[in-house]
């Protein structure tokens, strides 16, 4: 990923790989270049030399366009963006080059086919740094800045790829309807607006049943879509009715922020992968599940990528991890998490195995985002909030990283929250160590074979109670 010192980011593929069509073969003459945003806008540059030119050197034409101020210039990076991969480029890389060894990349580290590999064509995205804290995104005023940010937390958000539950979603679509059409509505008008804009406008497409097919066509036409409608309105007339003077330019943007802020993910990098499933029937048959891997300066996060919640929550002082790449022909990489659990009663390591092409990415963004929060505490003992900043970033690769977890745990507390980790739904590998040896666990079974439980097994999900 970004960062010089990062191992996110693999060693640049030879370049005599693909070519682009896209892609200016010229490199001394004036090229076009179309710099994205988050959202449907881009950035129209005339560029000398473009086959040449940096990520640094790109971004301070993209900055100046933008009119962003020096103080904010480390809140965006450069991304190649395709629907089959997202990559946070370093300073150094030079664009063109990677568009070039695009297809090399697919071929590494995706699974996807060699007819959608050849379709395949990256963007160059400028959008939000994955290593900029969220406590210095707070302190920003600029509100060109802050629009920028909040174009790229809706979008996440109508997405799904920010689970939460119906008031904060709820809550979000109020406050980007008040500031697309203003405050201070009346019922009649803010209705018809609604209606003439849509629900998928302001609401996660899984929820507003944007999602297309014949069933959720179904189920949104009826009372549901209607209740929707209400309770969006009803979110709308309480900001309403909050002030009588017209709110400040960044008032809503701050709140839509800081409200994504309380999301443990907010500022991930995201991975594809998979987790195995739970064996289930008398033949025992299982599979794989389609997940999203979250990566910030705070943690790692699995979440389901059908039903829109977190599968497993873990900040890396409650971790440990690894990267183990195919021994055999039909093997996988895998990325390993370590966290501590409970197997009847007894305190057991656990083990959940991400098989992902993307694995070697997901295990070097893990290590060097422990490396900056090591740097930043080491370098602020006064610091509480575990935010880390760029200004402390090693000064190169460690030897051999610490992936010990440190700290204590805060208290546990049950919800039901689809922010909440659901691990009694994985499929982990359970294990002690009672320092000799480490011997596996396997779950007593609570009756016969043939004897079917009348009740199943109760257990609420948990979430860290920080503080």
């Known amino acids: 990923m970004e960062g010089d010192e990062c191992g996110g980011f693999p060693p640049e593929p030879s370049e005599g790989s693909s ?26 540059l005339c560029v000398e030399g473009v086959a040449c030119v940096s990520v640094q050197e790109l971004g301070r034409s993209v ?36 568009c070039r060894q695009w297809q090399d990349l697919l071929y590494r580290f995706t699974e996807a086919s060699e007819e959608d590999i050849s379709q395949d064509e990256p ?52 406050l980007s309807f008040a500031m697309e059409l203003g405050v201070g509505l009346d019922d009649q008008k803010a209705t ?30 009826g009372g549901r879509q ?67 891997v979250g990566i910030s300066l705070e943690g790692v996060y699995v979440m389901d990528i059908k039903e829109k919640h977190v599968l497993l929550g873990l900040r890396f002082s409650e971790l440990s991890w690894d990267h183990s790449y195919p021994e055999g022909e039909g093997d996988s990489h895998i990325l390993w998490l370590e966290f501590d659990g409970e197997e009847a009663g007894t305190p057991v390591n656990k083990l959940l195995k991400i098989y992902s ?15 900056l929060q090591s740097a930043a505490e080491g370098g602020a003992a006064t610091e509480t909030d575990n935010d880390v900043s760029l200004s402390h970033q090693p000064a190169g690769q460690a030897g051999n990283s ?23 739904t994985l499929n982990t590998i359970s294990y002690v160590d009672n320092g000799k040896e480490i011997k596996r666990l396997k779950p007593k079974r609570a009756a016969s074979f043939f004897t079917r439980q009348a009740q199943p097994p109760t257990y609420s999900s948990v979430q860290v109670e920080q503080g």
């Open 357 to 371: 092409k993307q694995a070697e990415l997901m295990s070097g963004l893990i290590e060097f985002c422990v490396e």
């Open 402 to 424: 610490d992936r010990g977890r440190g700290g204590r745990r805060g208290k546990l507390r049950r919800q039901s929250s689809v922010v909440c980790s659901r691990v009694h």
């Open 226 to 292: 209607a209740g929707l409608e209400h309770n969006l309105l009803e979110e709308y007339r309480k900001i309403s009715t909050l002030g009588s003077t017209p709110p400040e330019p960044t008032q809503h943007l701050r709140q839509y922020l800081s409200t994504c802020h309380s999301l443990p993910y907010y500022g991930c990098a995201f991975f594809s992968g998979e987790i195995d499933k739970p064996a289930q029937g008398i033949l025992h048959r299982a599979g794989r599940k389609a997940v999203n």
């Open 63 to 98: 900055r100046e366009a933008l009119h962003i101020p020096d103080s904010a210039m480390d809140a965006f990076a450069f991304w190649l963006c395709s629907p089959l991969l997202e990559l946070q480029l370093k300073p150094k890389h030079q664009p063109y080059k990677l």
């Open 123 to 174: 963007c160059l995205q400028y959008r939000r740094n994955v290593f900029h804290p969220k406590s210095k995104e707070l302190q920003i005023e600029d509100e060109g800045v802050l629009r920028l940010l909040y174009d790229e937390a809706r979008v996440n958000i109508l997405a799904g790829r920010f689970p939460c539950d119906p008031e904060t979603w709820t809550g979000l679509g109020a």
């Open 19 to 44: 070519q682009r069509g896209s892609v200016a073969s010229s490199v001394t003459r004036a090229q076009d270049v179309l710099v994205y945003l988050v959202g449907d806008s881009a950035v129209h």
């Open 192 to 221: 018809a607006a609604l209606r003439e804009k849509k629900l998928i406008s302001f609401l996660p497409a899984h929820v507003s049943g944007g999602g297309g097919g014949l069933f959720s066509t179904l189920r949104g036409k």
